[in-house]
């Protein structure tokens, strides 16, 4: 048994390419067709490890560094006295071939926990620490596994510092010149282990801000009561020294007396730091987070998409960070299935919200022109700014410096990138410039911050469209249209010359970020639901009343039958947006090329289709004909739930990647009710934790900034 687990060990370091094959062999054959695929198993059962350890000591270069011959020669030492209790501990912490291994299930877990009660033991100190090993198997012709291989091993002290550059080195040797089709490239194979991360700056000032905020909430949340209370004190006592003032005797309280039978309590004083610290206050903002009161004029549908769009975000980042410790068990197959496209292409969900965004800034800006012929600049900058600001900082400064040192476990290798990329870029977040920088990688601090720069960056060019539809429509739309064909032929060019597919769904053969780089997360390439929401906009402003009133005098069944055909035609356009990849995925799990002229056409027009489709519906519901789909998305428990969709969106995203990080065994995609499961949690936690987000920190943002208009 022992021999076969260190078989296994050393064996599966790479994929098996023929997995498939395997499939089709009877159980029994299984062993004897690895043998014929690997002549050196026979080798590694009849004396697996003084083969390994032949192979490592004559691999391994004379002039090896020290750090990498100390790692060696402590592996020598365990595979030689491999019976004792430091070296038996050592392989049963090592990950073992699991059960599934040949239909894609190729993440050996080994034991996280045993590997830490190594390091914690008295009898070996600090001398172990968890790692993981990924590589990357190809063939001769060049062609990528659909399924990477993730190995934990549990590595001596001696192996510091992930520098396994010998023994990886070995290890691929006996692999590469056993079986010659075989090739694992070096560069393929990343090694990270588990360290003891401590507080760098980042984390010290995450820290001093969550105590700010903290303090300002508990502060202001006692600040009125206890004013309210000491002012109640001090005027009990003055009308006590009056009362015995006036009676010529100080020790004596005469209790009929008129001050005391009709007490007037003093009005409490107000002082700025006291209406700062109340607009902290839990009983206002949370006050404010549960109102649902309406204005005449507000677009109510917009509340129902909001928080459809940002569970649709929810679920498909649920699949998307579950990649990182996935179990590749059916993987192909499960993408072949139809109802996944609403996963891998959830993309239109962002475009939903550039697309609102655009709407009510438009709006909004355009009926400041109509009243004041202007708009104060600074105060539209300034707003946005610190709106934004402000939560995303606390989420840059907690995902990016504090995520990693608290939320431990064997995937914590998910959370590391995230870290090392804000120790190098967090400036790049308060700029909102971290979709053009780093401009030739992908690199984010905080993964899903590229949509917020995109949306400032819209933000701040939306008063120069805006400006030319109220000077001049006839301009203004030209403008505007122009810009938007630009971007959707600069789009379908860029997809065509670099043989990308129609947008970015998940590739099994995907082996870098080419098309995010250059086409999900830049401007020119996502401003057309932004554009299309900024006409949108101003149409409503200028013609939402007239339009009501035209369709109002329509007769029922012409108002039902313009209704029901423009709801079927815009329905279906955003069902070939969503489901029109699902062919292109059964080619690409094929192994077949794309069409490129498809690929093109599509991602030209996607973006731009989805976001017409959603402004007909606004209008639609607006109008009085969106029926029964206008009351649902127009409930009111859609209000309190909207205003939790940006921390949503912030907060989500770590929230699933703890639970990643923390899985003792693969992440498992199947079967379907287990995620459905999982995506419900993930989903309450995200808007719980959004709502403390919203009334610590969005809510006082609000009232500080109404405070300071007022004065």
């Given at each position: 048994?022992?021999?076969?687990?260190?078989?296994?060990?050393l064996?599966?370091?790479?994929?098996?390419?023929?997995?498939?094959?395997?499939?089709?062999?009877?159980?029994?054959?299984?062993?004897?067709?690895?043998?014929?695929?690997?002549?050196?198993?026979?080798?590694?059962?009849?004396?697996?490890?003084?083969?390994?350890?032949?192979?490592v000591?004559?691999?391994?270069?004379?002039?090896?560094?020290?750090?990498?011959?100390?790692?060696?020669?402590k592996?020598?030492?365990?595979?030689?006295?491999?019976?004792?209790?430091?070296?038996?501990?050592?392989?049963?912490?090592?990950?073992?071939?699991?059960?599934?291994?040949?239909?894609?299930?190729t993440?050996?877990?080994?034991?996280?926990?045993?590997?830490?009660?190594?390091?914690?033991?008295?009898?070996?100190?600090?001398?172990?620490?968890?790692?993981?090993?990924?590589?990357?198997?190809?063939?001769?012709?060049?062609?990528?596994?659909?399924?990477?291989?993730?190995?934990?091993?549990?590595?001596?002290?001696?192996?510091?510092?992930?520098?396994?550059?010998?023994?990886?080195?070995?290890?691929?040797?006996?692999?590469?010149?056993?079986?010659?089709?075989?090739?694992?490239?070096?560069?393929?194979?990343?090694?990270t282990?588990?360290?003891?991360?401590?507080?760098?700056?980042?984390?010290?000032c995450?820290?001093?801000?969550?105590?700010?905020?903290?303090?300002?909430?508990?502060?202001?949340?006692?600040?009125?009561?206890?004013?309210?209370?000491?002012?109640?004190?001090?005027?009990?006592?003055?009308?006590?020294?009056?009362?015995?003032?006036?009676?010529?005797?100080?020790?004596?309280?005469?209790?009929?007396?008129?001050?005391?039978?009709?007490?007037?309590?003093?009005?409490?004083?107000?002082?700025?730091?006291?209406?700062?610290?109340?607009?902290?206050?839990?009983?206002?903002?949370?006050?404010?987070?549960?109102?649902?009161?309406t204005?005449?004029?507000?677009?109510?549908?917009?509340?129902?998409?909001?928080?459809?769009?940002?569970?649709?975000?929810?679920?498909?980042?649920?699949?998307?960070?579950?990649l990182?410790?996935?179990?590749?068990?059916d993987?192909?197959?499960?993408?072949?299935?139809?109802?996944?496209?609403?996963?891998?292409?959830?993309?239109?969900?962002?475009?939903?919200?550039?697309?609102?965004?655009?709407?009510?800034?438009?709006?909004l800006?355009?009926?400041?022109?109509?009243?004041?012929?202007?708009?104060?600049?600074?105060?539209?900058?300034?707003?946005r700014?610190?709106?934004l600001?402000?939560?995303?900082?606390?989420?840059?400064?907690?995902?990016?410096?504090?995520?990693?040192?608290?939320?431990?476990?064997?995937?914590?290798?998910?959370?590391?990138?995230?870290?090392?990329?804000?120790?190098?870029w967090?400036?790049?977040?308060?700029?909102?410039?971290?979709?053009?920088?780093?401009?030739?990688?992908?690199?984010?601090c905080?993964?899903?911050?590229?949509?917020?720069?995109?949306?400032?960056?819209?933000?701040?060019?939306?008063?120069?469209?805006?400006?030319?539809?109220?000077?001049?429509?006839?301009?203004?739309?030209?403008?505007?249209?122009?810009?938007?064909?630009?971007?959707?032929?600069?789009?379908?060019?860029?997809?065509?010359?670099?043989?990308?597919?129609?947008?970015?769904?998940?590739?099994?053969?995907?082996?870098?970020?080419?098309?995010?780089?250059?086409?999900?997360?830049?401007?020119?390439?996502?401003?057309?639901?932004?554009?299309?929401?900024?006409?949108?906009?101003?149409?409503?402003?200028?013609?939402?009343?007239?339009?009501?009133?035209?369709?109002?005098?329509?007769?029922?069944?012409?108002?039902?039958?313009?209704?029901?055909?423009?709801?079927?035609?815009?329905?279906?356009?955003?069902?070939?947006?969503?489901?029109?990849?699902?062919?292109?995925?059964?080619?690409?799990?094929n192994?077949?090329?794309?069409?490129?002229?498809?690929?093109?056409?599509?991602?030209?027009?996607?973006?731009?289709?989805?976001?017409?489709?959603?402004?007909?519906?606004?209008?639609?519901?607006?109008?009085?004909?969106?029926?029964?789909?206008?009351?649902?998305?127009?409930?009111?428990?859609?209000?309190?739930?909207?205003?939790?969709?940006?921390?949503?969106?912030?907060?989500?995203?770590?929230?699933?990647?703890?639970?990643?990080?923390?899985?003792?065994?693969?992440?498992?995609?199947?079967?379907?009710?287990?995620?459905?499961?999982?995506?419900?949690?993930?989903?309450?936690?995200s808007?719980?934790?959004?709502?403390?987000?919203?009334?610590?920190?969005?809510?006082?943002?609000?009232?500080?900034?109404?405070?300071?208009?007022?004065?």
């Amino acid at each position: 048994m022992m021999r076969l687990l260190i078989t296994f060990s050393l064996v599966l370091l790479g994929r098996c390419q023929y997995h498939e094959t395997l499939l089709d062999s009877p159980p029994s054959s299984v062993l004897s067709s690895l043998q014929t695929n690997f002549p050196f198993l026979d080798d590694l059962v009849n004396n697996p490890l003084n083969y390994f350890v032949s192979n490592v000591k004559h691999k391994s270069p004379a002039d090896a560094k020290d750090d990498t011959a100390a790692c060696l020669e402590k592996i020598y030492s365990l595979a030689k006295s491999f019976k004792s209790e430091e070296s038996l501990r050592f392989v049963d912490a090592l990950g073992k071939p699991p059960s599934g291994f040949l239909n894609g299930n190729t993440v050996l877990m080994g034991s996280y926990d045993t590997c830490k009660s190594m390091i914690k033991s008295a009898g070996y100190g600090a001398n172990y620490k968890p790692c993981k090993i990924k590589a990357v198997m190809t063939l001769s012709n060049n062609t990528k596994v659909n399924t990477p291989v993730t190995w934990t091993v549990c590595f001596p002290k001696e192996c510091r510092n992930g520098n396994f550059t010998e023994l990886k080195r070995a290890i691929l040797n006996i692999i590469n010149s056993r079986y010659d089709p075989i090739h694992i490239a070096e560069k393929t194979v990343i090694t990270t282990c588990d360290e003891d991360y401590t507080y760098d700056v980042g984390a010290y000032c995450a820290i001093i801000l969550i105590s700010i905020i903290l303090f300002m909430v508990i502060v202001g949340t006692l600040w009125e009561p206890v004013v309210i209370l000491l002012t109640s004190m001090k005027a009990s006592e003055d009308r006590k020294v009056l009362v015995n003032s006036e009676h010529g005797n100080d020790d004596e309280i005469v209790p009929d007396s008129p001050a005391l039978s009709n007490p007037v309590v003093a009005p409490v004083q107000k002082s700025t730091i006291g209406e700062v610290f109340k607009c902290f206050s839990l009983q206002r903002t949370i006050g404010a987070l549960f109102n649902t009161t309406t204005k005449e004029g507000q677009i109510l549908c917009m509340n129902g998409i909001r928080v459809l769009s940002i569970n649709w975000v929810v679920l498909g980042h649920v699949y998307y960070i579950g990649l990182g410790a996935a179990d590749y068990t059916d993987y192909v197959a499960m993408w072949r299935r139809y109802p996944m496209a609403i996963i891998y292409n959830a993309l239109p969900s962002v475009d939903t919200f550039l697309f609102l965004s655009g709407f009510l800034v438009s709006l909004l800006l355009s009926k400041d022109l109509a009243r004041k012929g202007r708009f104060n600049a600074v105060g539209y900058y300034l707003h946005r700014y610190l709106r934004l600001t402000v939560p995303f900082l606390v989420v840059t400064l907690g995902q990016g410096f504090l995520a990693h040192v608290f939320i431990r476990g064997p995937f914590q290798d998910i959370l590391i990138p995230g870290h090392r990329n804000c120790v190098k870029w967090w400036w790049t977040n308060i700029l909102y410039i971290n979709n053009l920088v780093p401009w030739n990688k992908v690199e984010f601090c905080v993964g899903q911050s590229w949509y917020l720069s995109n949306d400032f960056q819209f933000f701040v060019f939306a008063p120069i469209f805006i400006w030319l539809l109220y000077k001049s429509p006839k301009i203004g739309i030209s403008v505007t249209l122009s810009t938007l064909l630009c971007s959707c032929v600069t789009a379908g060019i860029i997809c065509y010359y670099n043989d990308l597919g129609p947008t970015t769904v998940f590739d099994p053969h995907a082996a870098n970020f080419t098309d995010f780089r250059l086409l999900y997360d830049k401007p020119w390439i996502r401003c057309p639901p932004y554009l299309i929401g900024l006409l949108g906009g101003w149409f409503c402003f200028k013609n939402l009343d007239s339009l009501k009133l035209y369709v109002s005098r329509l007769s029922f069944v012409t108002r039902l039958l313009v209704s029901v055909t423009l709801w079927i035609i815009t329905c279906t356009v955003q069902y070939l947006v969503v489901f029109g990849l699902h062919n292109d995925m059964l080619r690409k799990t094929n192994g077949e090329k794309l069409n490129l002229a498809e690929s093109s056409l599509y991602e030209s027009l996607a973006r731009s289709g989805w976001g017409l489709a959603l402004l007909l519906q606004i209008l639609m519901c607006q109008c009085g004909l969106g029926g029964f789909i206008n009351k649902l998305l127009s409930w009111r428990g859609w209000i309190v739930l909207s205003r939790l969709t940006f921390s949503v969106y912030l907060l989500h995203y770590i929230i699933i990647q703890s639970f990643i990080v923390q899985l003792r065994h693969p992440f498992f995609y199947k079967p379907d009710y287990e995620i459905a499961i999982l995506y419900i949690g993930f989903l309450g936690m995200s808007y719980l934790a959004a709502a403390l987000m919203y009334i610590m920190v969005e809510q006082p943002l609000i009232f500080i900034e109404r405070m300071t208009y007022r004065r």
